[in-house]
């Protein structure tokens, strides 16, 4: 599939990222891809690769840019080695809900204004930290976000988080669809619930599926990494985009 490295401007700079599209002419729905918490890398470009041959176009970005460039994670050793999962943990910790926000506007005005990309509604998708991202834009952004879906996400239904999607259920009007972990410390049982049961009051159309599968089930560079909840992962994917957001661009 086609790769464009791409460079947005946004209230706080420029963030560089890549759009990865179909073979052949445009323009395709556009979807807005957010890495996990380990920023982009090969494997979240494979992953773009994959779903854009399913029919869309795809925007990977830096959602890290803010700091200027930094040394890739290696997602299969950070958990086990402190001083880089400080190193995470900061970085993360370094882009606040309000820039992303922020950036969220930026991402959706490339995409209006690229003519690889068809109609002014999208979709949105992440895993882990990205997952929760996913969710969150789509409440921000309820008139251009059609489809949203989070695997293995995190801090779903945070108590105590006033950004938690949760708390933000009653803004949305995309279909959302979310998979969690089993036991996943992240985003344990009692999140899940408050997710779905503040979906469910919305009357937001939405599926939650827990995978019997670890934190990081869809990451191929991640220790946890689980081929079946993998390919599961993608049967939903695309047969959820193809039902919310290629008939919302279509019609």
Known sequence: MPRNDVVIDTEDGTCEGTLHTPGGTGGWPGVILYP?????RETFRVTADRLAAAGYAVLLPDVY???GGYEPFDAATVADDPDEMRRLTELAHSVSAEMHVRDAGAFLGFLESDPRVSGDRVGTTGYC??????LVMAAHYPERVAAAASFHGG???????PHSPHR???RMRAAVYAA???NDPFCPAEQVERLERALTD???EHTVEVY????GFAVPDNPTYDAAADERHWAAVTGFYAAHLKTAVSG
């Open 155 to 161: 801090g779903l239904g945070g108590e105590d988080d």
């Open 65 to 67: 840019y803010r700091a």
């Open 129 to 134: 930290m990205g997952g929760r991202l996913a």
């Open 168 to 170: 933000l259920a009653g």
């Open 202 to 204: 919305a009357r937001v």
């Open 212 to 215: 019997p599968a670890a934190h």
């Open 180 to 182: 969690v972990a089993e």
């Open 36 to 40: 996990d918490a380990g920023g982009v």
